[in-house]
């Protein structure tokens, strides 16, 4: 297992669960130092966020998307912390939308006194713009009916038959209700916001703005764009237009973890550390054959979205963790399920 890489994946809007990762502060050092610190860094904001973080289901003001999206960046963050204190790693970083502010935070794209201000940056320009919503499809891109409804965008491909959909109410709910009529099993995203879509476009461009404030640096780790699905390279990663687009273009997520898989996963193989609420990050390589195999893990980092009583997020990080550290190798059964 020595040789495999590790590959860190952080989810972003929609995959939000109460209190994820929670159960890691106080228990976990690097993990609650490195949230500490975020939640110190907004002052009382912060103090009003972290009772957000702790607070059970049902939770609805994880649908905002300030106190959604500052909480995944601050947890997945703070989790990667927490795999680089175990590891070392990771050696390879690649996030969904939010999480790939967080990855790129990681990566040293930007410097983590930086982080508050691109916190606030982000929540300031997603109120006001961008309303509508998001909407999952059980479909491969060719199998979506064309052309969509003004409005309406590809968002995301998230797995083989995943695909998710974005624009403005009303259009969004005539969408769903004709994709429901043709037989397509639909889901609808806890996002008050329809990102990736071409409404974000007046969002983008303040964010753009914003960002020429904040100090941008060539990653020091691999960073894997899911804009682009290669490595992030310098001039990308010290471009603002680089991040603010990233609100309204696609997120080919799946493309760019299939590409890892097929490149590295058969030899040496990867550990693919998914730090998702609910584990979907992974739920498309699971069937990819590299994990198939056994040459490829998924070790998940948290608990799955409605956690029995037993499966809780120390459990499942504390397994992570010894599997990572090279502990007994039973707890393989553990890492895939």
């Avoid at 550290?325 to 393989?332: M, Q, T, Y």
């Amino acid at each position: 297992m020595t040789n495999r890489r590790t590959v860190l994946l952080l989810p972003g809007q929609g995959a939000q669960r109460e209190r994820m990762g929670a159960e890691l502060y106080g228990r976990q050092p690097a993990f609650t130092t490195y949230a500490d610190s975020l939640f110190r860094s907004l002052d009382s904001d912060g103090d009003k966020l972290a009772a957000e973080w702790q607070r059970p289901a049902p939770n609805p003001a994880l649908d905002d998307v300030g106190v959604a999206q500052s909480l995944l960046l601050v947890v997945g963050y703070a989790l990667g912390q927490a795999v680089h204190a175990v590891t070392g790693g990771p050696d390879i970083l690649l996030g969904h939308s939010a999480g790939e502010l967080a990855a790129a935070c990681l990566a040293g794209v930007f410097p983590p006194e930086d982080l508050l201000p691109l916190l606030a940056a982000r929540s300031r320009t997603l109120h006001t713009d961008g309303r509508g919503g998001m909407l999952a499809v059980a479909a491969a891109p060719d199998e979506l009916p064309e052309p969509f409804e003004p409005g309406i965008a590809l968002a995301a491909i998230n797995g083989p038959r995943h695909c998710i959909l974005a624009g403005p109410e009303p259009a969004l709910g005539r969408t769903s209700a004709a994709l429901s009529s043709a037989g397509f099993a639909l889901r609808h995203l806890r996002s008050s916001h329809a990102f990736h879509s071409p409404v974000m476009r007046p969002t983008a461009a303040r964010f753009r703005g914003e960002l020429g404030e904040v100090r941008l640096r060539p990653p020091h780790s691999t960073l894997i764009s899911s804009r682009t699905t290669a490595p992030v390279t310098p001039s990308q990663a010290t471009d603002p237009s680089f991040w603010a687009d990233q609100l309204l273009l696609p997120v080919l997520f799946w493309p760019a973890l299939k590409s890892l898989l097929d490149q590295q996963g058969h030899q040496p193989g990867l550990i693919l550390l998914d730090g998702s609420a609910d584990r979907s990050l992974s739920a498309a390589a699971r069937r990819h054959p590299a994990v198939r195999s056994g040459r490829s893990l998924v070790v998940p980092l948290l608990a799955p979205a409605e956690p029995a009583a037993d499966d809780t997020d120390l459990t499942a990080w504390t397994a992570a963790a010894e599997l990572l550290a090279g502990g007994d190798p039973s707890l393989r059964r553990t890492a895939q399920t």
